[in-house]
């Protein structure tokens, strides 16, 4: 039987009311065929959140549906419905994510192991992209902290870099050059280790599926979506800050830390609002998107451009 309680959350972690974070731990030491069979299912999506935690207040989840239907997900295409339209090109088993650079112990680490090896949680979390919409997901994952620390970085290692599989043929909007593929994405070491940073491997109670990054992908609430990359295959220690796929491509569009602020303006996208696509409405975004108080410690001192 799947280990399944609500722990006591750390102080940390809590999210003041209506952030849209709840925590769960869900399961250890099961493989992928069992991880679909073994998530809870009540009381999720299409439905209020349920709320484990006294004090945090429940949000809205985006339904399955739209969450899977409506995807960023540039490697097969480039229309919000694309991904789920091309994405069963991509096989993600088996799979497995190369660690590299700065560390002691640096390795391979295969999916079946992934799965085995650290304690499953279920995260509801906003992922607020850069174009002004917003999704509340129930996430299955796992912190990126505990997966760094298998491979032991060493003190050179300040960033962390990402990068998604690349092969055109699983992934076939790789042929066309809107990116210098493949997609790559970059953290700073303490925004990697934070544990609001999730490596996450299902969603809705079930595997990954493919058009949201699987097998398994990133998930950093309190940054525009597009730093939370899929698909996942190599990650490297670096000591230098590396460069993202669209930083690269537009880099007065999107920067380095790319957090989220209502008062830093992208040059085609106002970011006072975001529209929640789970009934359409409007609401004010929230700096660092409703998770300010876990992490703007981290940016004391930075200014606001630089912040972006
Ligand atoms: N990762 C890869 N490899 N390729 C992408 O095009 N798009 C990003 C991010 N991760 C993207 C990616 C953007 S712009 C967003 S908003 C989110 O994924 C969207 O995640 P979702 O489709 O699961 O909502």
């Not at 493989?31 to 009540?42: K, N, Q």
């Not at 409506?70 to 091309?86: C, I, L, M, R, V």
């Not at 003190?155 to 998604?164: G, I, L, N």
Request: charged fraction near 20%.
């Amino acid at each position: 039987m799947p280990r399944y309680h609500v722990p006591e959350p750390p102080a940390r972690l809590i999210t003041p009311p209506a952030r849209g974070i709840t925590r769960r731990t869900v399961m250890t030491g099961l493989g992928a065929a069992t991880l679909a069979a073994a998530m809870p299912r009540s009381g999720r999506a299409d439905t209020l959140a349920a709320d484990p935690w006294p004090g945090s207040a429940p949000d809205t989840l985006t339904s399955r549906e739209v969450a899977t239907g409506y995807n960023n997900f540039f490697e097969f295409g480039t229309s919000k419905s694309d991904p789920a339209e091309h994405a069963h090109h991509l096989n993600p088993t088996p799979w497995q994510i190369e660690v590299s650079g700065h560390a002691h112990a640096p390795g391979v680490i295969h999916m079946e192991d992934i799965l085995s090896g650290f304690d499953l949680e279920e995260r509801i979390y906003r992922l607020r992209c850069v174009e002004g919409w917003s999704k509340v997901i129930p996430w299955i994952g796992f912190p990126l902290q505990h997966l760094l620390a298998r491979f032991d970085p060493t003190s050179d290692a300040r960033y962390v870099e990402f990068e998604t599989l690349h092969d055109p043929v699983q992934m076939p909007n790789q042929t066309g050059d809107d990116i210098d593929w493949p997609y790559r994405e970059g953290l700073r070491m303490d925004e990697a280790m934070h544990p609001l940073t999730l490596l996450a491997v299902g969603m809705y109670g079930e595997m990954m599926p493919n058009q949201n990054g699987a097998p398994i992908r990133l998930v950093v609430p309190w940054k525009y979506g597009f730093k939370s990359i899929k698909s996942i295959v190599r990650i490297r220690l670096v000591s230098e800050r590396p460069v993202s796929s669209w930083e690269a491509l537009a880099p007065r569009e999107y920067g380095f830390y790319a957090n989220v602020n209502p008062e830093v303006r992208h040059p085609r996208w106002h970011q006072a609002t975001e529209r929640r696509l789970h009934d359409g409405g409007r609401i004010a975004t929230e700096k660092f998107n409703g998770y300010g108080e876990q992490v703007a410690h981290l940016y004391a001192g930075m200014d606001l451009f630089e912040n972006f």
